[in-house]
């Protein structure tokens, strides 16, 4: 059974930092891209970032670039999101997903690799509230 399990959410004030990790168990992560997609209360699911399977590749939302750094280690089946200088706007549930490598998406009829359903396996999700 493939499972997906985010950790590292938490409270954060203006101008901090957390990181999240995204776990796999019954699925080798390195065979996939990775993303992360935020949902705040009342919002639509907005893909933040995405790694190539590689690693050699990612990918950032305008409004996190240069705040946010993706990043993945496949020996230990696990991919980070390092953020830092954190707003309120960043307060969500995080979520981590599988899914093909940006790359390749002239297979997927023009789709972007923050288009959620392009990705298959979801993990549960982890809240991040950033607050004074």
């Known amino acids: 059974q493939v499972q997906l399990v985010e950790s590292g959410g938490g409270l954060a004030q203006p101008g901090g930092s957390l990181r999240l990790s995204c776990t796999a168990s019954g699925v080798t992560l390195d065979g996939y891209a990775i993303g992360w997609f935020r949902q705040a209360p009342g919002k639509e699911r907005e893909g933040v970032s995405c790694?190539?399977?590689?690693?050699?590749?990612?990918y950032y939302a305008d409004s996190v670039k240069g705040r946010f750094t993706i990043s993945r280690d496949n020996a230990k089946n696990t991919v980070y999101l390092q953020m830092n200088s954190l707003k309120p706007e960043d307060t969500a549930v995080y979520y981590c997903a599988t899914g093909p490598d940006p790359m390749h998406l002239s297979a997927y009829g023009g789709a972007k690799w923050y288009d959620p359903p392009l990705y298959d396996y979801w993990g549960q999700g982890t809240p991040v509230t950033v607050s004074s």
């Open positions: 790694i190539s399977s590689s690693g050699g590749n990612t």
